[in-house]
């Protein structure tokens, strides 16, 4: 009886809004391009076509997202590997189940003036740095460089950024944090030119770190419903990334659909979608256990103060990935 | 509910015992209670996070915050001297100077008395979340720039109080002092200031809570990599929460210390009032 019911709403509707799974994502950072595959995949219907309702909630600059799935408030979140490592490491159970973004994006960018043309000349500068969980690559990066952060005349001056390029344009810092697809614009877009400028990638310095990853908690895994979920969640996501990936544009504009704040602009959410477009280029949503291990070896060369003190175990899974992208 | 019942057997223990106590009204007891209702709580907060097991990253236990309190005893007093000596402090020492001089020039002048009061008004009215980035732009990330901030701040509440003071003395007493010839700034340091102490005192004491949460937030928009606000944010980025409480627990000692210490001087400064009297 209960299958003949089932059979007839089936056949009385479409499948998607019946009982679908509810997921609830949470974002690294604001609505912006930098998370256009999750938009797009929720505008254009991928998800519902998995059978998922999906929430996706933006983040900002007093959300930490370990925090949020600590409290429960979310099934899965956009992260970075640093950060959740770290978390990790303090006793929450965080689990990488796939990454969409191939490489890093970080890069610090150093006003040419301030007589800045190499990683030898950071010595003495002031140099603008995020904290809230994105220090890590930076401080991984000045102890592989020997720096001391302590500031002084053989190391660096640290000064905590806030969320904008307002340093560099006044001067106080000689160079900041910077992502590809949108801190370094808004320099541009503020004045300077790009010949004003010196930049330094992280992933051309050799301590790039992963970024934008997928994360759950661990004992979710166990539950074989929740990693069904997921896998739907992850396909339909990657459908997303690749949409995004073709058509940047439209990606961008979807953004803006969903930006609820009406901060965002189109022109420079369309610059955002066509650089994340080339970090998110070569994955396919699974993990390479190369690009971890390499990111645990820059994280654990921290020097006298490591971001993680010993080699995480488990801190990835291929067990969401293989169903997704097997169907 | 078998874990819950020695919590609940703590709970009811104590406030038995307090209850029992508060029959005798000796300063020794009223002191009791007070320690014994402070001590419970922590004993019940630690007692509930380890029953139930709750994650530190939602609710460290005590024991950890007063382990990291330990554990990071000089990251602590680097940050105190950062945000409270030097961010706090002169922030409110120059935001009351500033002040109480001009409450003495709009009490001098009607036409000051015009123009500034609505000013005043207007920066009492800003947010703080609006003017640290700017603050933080013209005044560098040091600790100038969050002295600033208090002085923002604080400014307006000891402004108001201090106008309030002044007109505080009734005609008689002015019209005595007159008698005696005394010219305005006679009258002012002999009369109309000290008689103004008390409402002054009011809005200084206000005013040393405003200080405090004013310095912490300020870091929020740009610091060097110490002070208060600045490790609180980053902590919690961190997932290290014991180290948060850990700060919160300076910033709550160091807020009663600094609103104790003022009201000592007010004691110490207007025995004659009133107010004071034991």
């Given at each position: 009886m209960k299958y003949l019911l089932t059979g007839l709403v089936a056949g009385l509707m479409p499948a998607a809004s019946f009982a679908a799974d509810d997921v609830t994502l949470q974002l690294k950072w604001v609505t912006q391009a930098q998370f256009a595959g999750y938009y797009v995949a929720l505008d254009k219907g991928f998800y519902e076509a998995q059978d998922l309702n999906v929430t996706i909630q933006p983040g900002g600059p007093d959300i930490a997202p370990p925090q949020v799935m600590a409290g429960g408030g979310a099934d899965v979140m956009v992260d970075w590997l640093p950060s959740a490592l770290a978390a990790r490491e303090k006793g929450l159970p965080l689990v990488n189940i796939a990454q969409p973004f191939k490489s890093s994006g970080m890069m610090l960018t150093c006003r040419k003036d301030s007589g800045v043309a190499g990683p030898d000349d950071f010595k003495g500068k002031v140099l603008g740095v995020w904290f809230g969980g994105n220090e890590y690559p930076f401080l991984s990066w000045m102890s592989t460089l020997g720096l001391s952060t302590e500031g002084g005349a053989e190391g660096v001056e640290v000064l905590k950024q806030g969320f904008n390029v307002d340093p560099l344009l006044q001067e106080q810092a000689a160079c900041i944090s910077t992502m590809t697809y949108n801190e370094y614009w808004q320099i541009i877009d503020a004045g300077m030119t790009p010949e004003e400028l010196i930049t330094f990638k992280y992933e051309d310095e050799g301590v790039a770190t992963l970024e934008d990853g997928l994360y759950v908690m661990e004992e979710n895994l166990d539950d074989p419903a929740f990693v069904d979920k997921m896998a739907r969640f992850v396909k339909a996501s990657m459908e997303g990334w690749k949409y995004a990936e073709e058509n940047p544009d439209e990606a961008a504009m979807i953004v803006l659909d969903n930006d609820e704040t009406g901060a965002q602009t189109e022109e420079h959410q369309k610059r955002m979608a066509a650089e994340v477009a080339k970090l998110t280029a070569g994955s396919d949503g699974a993990l390479d256990p190369a690009d971890f291990d390499r990111t645990v070896e820059i994280l654990m060369a921290g020097g006298s103060d490591p971001v993680i003190s010993e080699t995480p175990?488990?801190?990835?899974?291929?067990v969401v990935t293989d169903i997704a992208l097997t169907e | 509910m078998t874990t819950a019942l020695p919590i609940i057997a703590v709970w009811l223990g104590s406030w038995g015992l307090n209850a029992w106590l508060s029959r005798f009204d000796t300063r020794l007891t009223r002191v009791l209670v007070a320690l014994i209702f402070g001590a419970s709580l922590i004993v019940l907060w630690e007692m509930t996070v380890r029953a139930y097991d709750v994650p530190a990253v939602i609710l460290p236990a005590p024991s950890q915050i007063a382990a990291s309190f330990a554990e990071n005893a000089r990251t602590l007093w680097i940050d105190f001297v950062q945000t409270i000596l030097k961010g706090a402090l002169s922030g409110w020492l120059i935001g009351a100077a500033a002040a109480i001089c001009t409450a003495i020039a709009i009490d001098r002048s009607p036409f000051l008395q015009r123009g500034l009061l609505p000013i005043g008004n207007f920066v009492a009215a800003l947010p703080i979340v609006g003017i640290a980035p700017i603050l933080v732009m013209w005044f560098g990330f040091d600790w100038q720039s969050k002295a600033a901030v208090v002085v923002v701040m604080v400014f307006f509440p000891i402004l108001v109080n201090t106008i309030a003071g002044l007109a505080a003395t009734d005609a008689l007493q002015r019209d005595l002092i007159a008698t005696w010839s005394a010219g305005y700034w006679q009258s002012l340091w002999k009369l109309r200031l000290p008689a103004a102490l008390p409402f002054i005192f009011n809005g200084l004491k206000i005013s040393t809570t405003l200080a405090l949460i004013g310095a912490i937030v300020a870091e929020f928009f740009g610091s060097p990599t110490r002070g208060m606000g600045f490790r609180i944010s980053t902590a919690v980025g961190q997932l290290d929460m014991p180290l948060v409480w850990a700060e919160i627990v300076v910033a709550a000692l160091a807020g009663t210390a600094f609103y104790g210490i003022v009201a000592l001087i007010e004691a110490r400064l207007t025995f004659w009032h009133p107010s004071q009297r034991k």
């Amino acid at each position: 009886m209960k299958y003949l019911l089932t059979g007839l709403v089936a056949g009385l509707m479409p499948a998607a809004s019946f009982a679908a799974d509810d997921v609830t994502l949470q974002l690294k950072w604001v609505t912006q391009a930098q998370f256009a595959g999750y938009y797009v995949a929720l505008d254009k219907g991928f998800y519902e076509a998995q059978d998922l309702n999906v929430t996706i909630q933006p983040g900002g600059p007093d959300i930490a997202p370990p925090q949020v799935m600590a409290g429960g408030g979310a099934d899965v979140m956009v992260d970075w590997l640093p950060s959740a490592l770290a978390a990790r490491e303090k006793g929450l159970p965080l689990v990488n189940i796939a990454q969409p973004f191939k490489s890093s994006g970080m890069m610090l960018t150093c006003r040419k003036d301030s007589g800045v043309a190499g990683p030898d000349d950071f010595k003495g500068k002031v140099l603008g740095v995020w904290f809230g969980g994105n220090e890590y690559p930076f401080l991984s990066w000045m102890s592989t460089l020997g720096l001391s952060t302590e500031g002084g005349a053989e190391g660096v001056e640290v000064l905590k950024q806030g969320f904008n390029v307002d340093p560099l344009l006044q001067e106080q810092a000689a160079c900041i944090s910077t992502m590809t697809y949108n801190e370094y614009w808004q320099i541009i877009d503020a004045g300077m030119t790009p010949e004003e400028l010196i930049t330094f990638k992280y992933e051309d310095e050799g301590v790039a770190t992963l970024e934008d990853g997928l994360y759950v908690m661990e004992e979710n895994l166990d539950d074989p419903a929740f990693v069904d979920k997921m896998a739907r969640f992850v396909k339909a996501s990657m459908e997303g990334w690749k949409y995004a990936e073709e058509n940047p544009d439209e990606a961008a504009m979807i953004v803006l659909d969903n930006d609820e704040t009406g901060a965002q602009t189109e022109e420079h959410q369309k610059r955002m979608a066509a650089e994340v477009a080339k970090l998110t280029a070569g994955s396919d949503g699974a993990l390479d256990p190369a690009d971890f291990d390499r990111t645990v070896e820059i994280l654990m060369a921290g020097g006298s103060d490591p971001v993680i003190s010993e080699t995480p175990e488990g801190a990835w899974s291929h067990v969401v990935t293989d169903i997704a992208l097997t169907e | 509910m078998t874990t819950a019942l020695p919590i609940i057997a703590v709970w009811l223990g104590s406030w038995g015992l307090n209850a029992w106590l508060s029959r005798f009204d000796t300063r020794l007891t009223r002191v009791l209670v007070a320690l014994i209702f402070g001590a419970s709580l922590i004993v019940l907060w630690e007692m509930t996070v380890r029953a139930y097991d709750v994650p530190a990253v939602i609710l460290p236990a005590p024991s950890q915050i007063a382990a990291s309190f330990a554990e990071n005893a000089r990251t602590l007093w680097i940050d105190f001297v950062q945000t409270i000596l030097k961010g706090a402090l002169s922030g409110w020492l120059i935001g009351a100077a500033a002040a109480i001089c001009t409450a003495i020039a709009i009490d001098r002048s009607p036409f000051l008395q015009r123009g500034l009061l609505p000013i005043g008004n207007f920066v009492a009215a800003l947010p703080i979340v609006g003017i640290a980035p700017i603050l933080v732009m013209w005044f560098g990330f040091d600790w100038q720039s969050k002295a600033a901030v208090v002085v923002v701040m604080v400014f307006f509440p000891i402004l108001v109080n201090t106008i309030a003071g002044l007109a505080a003395t009734d005609a008689l007493q002015r019209d005595l002092i007159a008698t005696w010839s005394a010219g305005y700034w006679q009258s002012l340091w002999k009369l109309r200031l000290p008689a103004a102490l008390p409402f002054i005192f009011n809005g200084l004491k206000i005013s040393t809570t405003l200080a405090l949460i004013g310095a912490i937030v300020a870091e929020f928009f740009g610091s060097p990599t110490r002070g208060m606000g600045f490790r609180i944010s980053t902590a919690v980025g961190q997932l290290d929460m014991p180290l948060v409480w850990a700060e919160i627990v300076v910033a709550a000692l160091a807020g009663t210390a600094f609103y104790g210490i003022v009201a000592l001087i007010e004691a110490r400064l207007t025995f004659w009032h009133p107010s004071q009297r034991k």
